[in-house]
């Protein structure tokens, strides 16, 4: 049986096909950006037409929510149905994930080349797992284990209040609400499309850091300012305060959420990072401060300092976790079946 899995994001849309008989190889992987078509239709039917696949079902990690088969992608004026998909291209069933999802469902099949251990940590045989991936947006979610079947659930909590915890993100967060924003989330501050643009124009029009010409013109030339800025700000050999101070800010608001996210959820099987953008900023993730931010939880602070924390390297979880998804979902309708 054929699966066709996705991962359908704001910027991107990477479609790959899991045979049932073979289920740890990925085929006919190929990317798509998302900005080029109209549906996610669209694509499905490119790729089916350049490699002439039988498809039997589909599964795919989208990146916003989804409620009964339907999903508004948060970034993209896309709207899916798993109905729709289903009977255009007729498939036994289809399957529509929230992207963290897709990643949660990733993490029982990641090996150890996958991660980067930041924090060893004592993890509970069982326990929670929770996940925090910036990106395009922020994502987040989290992983439960039911009699050791991984059962992954999605979450919007970075549509939550935006909560400072030192006076610079005090400051930023006053700005925001100077610029008009009456709800500040932590993805307006703490993602790759808003959050670090928002934390440039907080430091560069407060004065707290002078915009050098250089890079003012490089920024005038970009379609996308946010690799222009983290790769500013890693450029050792050209020091740029005002790009290294966005990556800081950045850096303790995430580090604050990804601590905020496993109390809430109470993560004692660890908390995992994974996202566009964290594969970039590997080097700032590794300095003390970030794991001093995310354990800073006053009277908990022992209890967050006992979860193990991870580094996804791998950029294609969600589509292994759609994969792996759909792969069980298919033995359970071919049990069925039987």
């Given at each position: 049986m054929n699966i066709l899995a996705g991962d359908t994001g704001g910027t991107k849309t990477i479609l790959a096909v899991v045979n049932t008989d073979d289920p740890n190889i990925l085929m006919f992987e190929k990317k798509y950006l998302s900005n080029n078509y109209n549906s996610l239709e669209d694509i499905i039917s490119d790729y089916l037409a350049e490699f002439s696949l039988?498809?039997?079902?589909?599964?795919?990690?989208?990146?916003?929510?989804?409620?009964?088969?339907?999903?508004?992608?948060?970034?993209?004026?896309?709207?899916?149905?798993?109905?729709?998909?289903?009977?255009?291209?007729?498939?036994?069933?289809?399957?529509?994930?929230?992207?963290?999802?897709?990643?949660?469902?990733?993490?029982p099949v990641l090996d150890d080349t996958d991660?980067?251990?930041?924090?060893?940590?004592?993890?509970?045989?069982?326990?929670?797992?929770?996940?925090?991936?910036?990106?395009?947006?922020?994502?987040?979610?989290?992983?439960?284990?039911?009699?050791?079947?991984?059962v992954a659930f999605p979450s919007e909590g970075s549509h939550v209040s935006f909560a400072p915890v030192n006076k610079i993100q005090s400051e930023l967060l006053e700005y925001?609400?100077?610029?008009?924003?009456?709800?500040?989330?932590?993805?307006?501050?703490?993602?790759?499309?808003?959050?670090?643009?928002?934390?440039y124009d907080f430091i560069r029009e407060t004065g707290k850091a002078e915009e050098p010409q250089w890079l003012n013109e490089m920024l005038a030339k970009s379609d996308d300012i946010t690799p222009v800025?983290?790769?500013?700000?890693?450029?050792?050999?050209?020091?740029?305060?005002?790009?290294?101070?966005?990556?800081?800010?950045?850096?303790?608001?995430?580090a604050a959420e990804c601590g905020n996210l496993a109390l809430k959820t109470l993560s004692t099987g660890g908390i995992y990072l994974g996202g566009g953008i964290v594969l970039h900023i590997l080097d700032e993730l590794r300095k003390p401060y970030f794991l001093q931010m995310l354990k800073s939880k006053g009277r908990f602070e022992e209890l967050v300092s006992q979860m193990p924390v991870k580094i996804?390297?791998?950029?294609?979880?969600?589509?292994?976790?759609?994969?792996?998804?759909?792969?069980?979902?298919?033995?359970?309708?071919?049990?069925?079946?039987?």
């Amino acid at each position: 049986m054929n699966i066709l899995a996705g991962d359908t994001g704001g910027t991107k849309t990477i479609l790959a096909v899991v045979n049932t008989d073979d289920p740890n190889i990925l085929m006919f992987e190929k990317k798509y950006l998302s900005n080029n078509y109209n549906s996610l239709e669209d694509i499905i039917s490119d790729y089916l037409a350049e490699f002439s696949l039988q498809i039997d079902c589909a599964c795919f990690a989208i990146a916003g929510p989804v409620s009964n088969g339907e999903a508004k992608l948060t970034n993209l004026s896309w709207h899916v149905s798993s109905e729709q998909i289903k009977n255009m291209f007729s498939l036994s069933f289809v399957k529509l994930l929230n992207d963290l999802e897709g990643v949660a469902y990733s993490i029982p099949v990641l090996d150890d080349t996958d991660l980067l251990t930041l924090h060893e940590g004592e993890p509970e045989d069982g326990g929670v797992i929770s996940i925090v991936a910036p990106g395009t947006g922020l994502g987040e979610g989290f992983l439960t284990f039911n009699d050791n079947i991984p059962v992954a659930f999605p979450s919007e909590g970075s549509h939550v209040s935006f909560a400072p915890v030192n006076k610079i993100q005090s400051e930023l967060l006053e700005y925001m609400w100077l610029k008009g924003f009456e709800h500040v989330s932590f993805e307006r501050v703490c993602s790759g499309a808003l959050g670090i643009p928002n934390i440039y124009d907080f430091i560069r029009e407060t004065g707290k850091a002078e915009e050098p010409q250089w890079l003012n013109e490089m920024l005038a030339k970009s379609d996308d300012i946010t690799p222009v800025i983290v790769e500013a700000a890693k450029d050792k050999n050209n020091v740029c305060e005002i790009s290294g101070m966005v990556l800081w800010i950045f850096t303790e608001i995430l580090a604050a959420e990804c601590g905020n996210l496993a109390l809430k959820t109470l993560s004692t099987g660890g908390i995992y990072l994974g996202g566009g953008i964290v594969l970039h900023i590997l080097d700032e993730l590794r300095k003390p401060y970030f794991l001093q931010m995310l354990k800073s939880k006053g009277r908990f602070e022992e209890l967050v300092s006992q979860m193990p924390v991870k580094i996804i390297l791998n950029n294609r979880a969600a589509l292994l976790g759609a994969a792996n998804y759909g792969q069980q979902l298919a033995e359970k309708n071919e049990m069925i079946k039987d």
